[in-house]
């Protein structure tokens, strides 16, 4: 059983379009986040979320926005997509109150814009 | 938010040799985590090693060690008896112990790894 688990693996879409990730975790964990990896590869946190409650919102465009039914879900559904949003997005999951656990990762979904 | 730095963009090491990733922290806490992940070509995140601030033991982990200076505020992550496999972007990254982080990770620019046989 995969513990965090992202779909799509691969996504292209044309500029314009409302796309959305979503991502479960079969953990247990309390917290879930997003995080944004450039061409560069640098990883950026984008959100977080503990039990349904957004903790992190970052600097990102509100064309982003999270979306969590119940603490072992996260979405992530972006609107009127940009070039610039290519990128690969990373789902991951921690216990809460446990910060020498770091997280367990999805495997990431790669958004290609055109 | 703190910041990681990893100064080495790209790192190459013979097989079975010893390499040092470096990665060095700016923040004004005592108490932390810091991680190295490994990104191999498949993106998976994995999770090599951690330390915890308060320890002054260096943590270990089989042919992983690392060289925690907390003074400096550094973090090497050492790779011993190197195989093809270690080939990877190498993350360390830093996690607060305080709640009003939101215990984000905050993640180094990483360091490429080549392993020649």
């Known amino acids: 059983d995969t513990a965090v688990s992202q779909t799509p693996k691969y996504l292209v879409t044309q500029m314009g379009n409302d796309k959305s990730i979503k991502c479960e975790q079969n953990l247990g964990h309390d917290t879930m986040y997003w995080y944004k990896q450039d061409s560069k590869k640098f990883l950026k946190i984008m959100f977080s979320?503990?039990?349904?409650?957004?903790?992190i919102n970052e600097t990102v465009p509100n064309r982003f926005s999270p979306k969590s039914p119940d603490k072992a879900h996260l979405n992530l559904h972006i609107n009127s997509l940009e070039l610039g949003d290519s990128a690969v997005y990373f789902c991951?999951?921690?216990?809460?109150?446990?910060?020498?656990?770091?997280?367990?990762f999805g495997s990431g979904t790669r958004l290609t814009v055109v | 938010a703190q910041t990681v730095t990893q100064s080495q963009p790209e790192m190459s090491v013979q097989e079975a040799e010893t390499v040092t990733l470096s990665c060095t922290y700016d923040t004004s806490e005592s108490d932390y985590y810091l991680f190295w992940y490994k990104q191999p070509p498949s993106r998976q995140m994995i999770l090599v090693i951690r330390?915890?601030?308060?320890?002054?033991q260096n943590a270990t982990e089989n042919r992983f060690s690392v060289n925690f200076q907390k003074a400096a505020k550094s973090f090497s992550l050492k790779i011993s008896d190197s195989q093809l496999g270690d080939a990877a972007m190498y993350f360390c990254?830093?996690?607060?112990?305080?709640?009003?982080?939101?215990?984000?990770?905050?993640f180094g620019k990483g360091t490429s790894l080549l392993v020649t046989p």
């Open positions: 990254a830093y996690r607060s112990a305080n709640s009003n982080s939101g215990y984000a990770l905050n």
């Open positions: 979320y503990n039990n349904k409650e957004l903790i």
């Open positions: 330390q915890e601030a308060y320890k002054q």
């Open positions: 991951a999951s921690s216990p809460a109150g446990q910060t020498n656990y770091g997280y367990t």
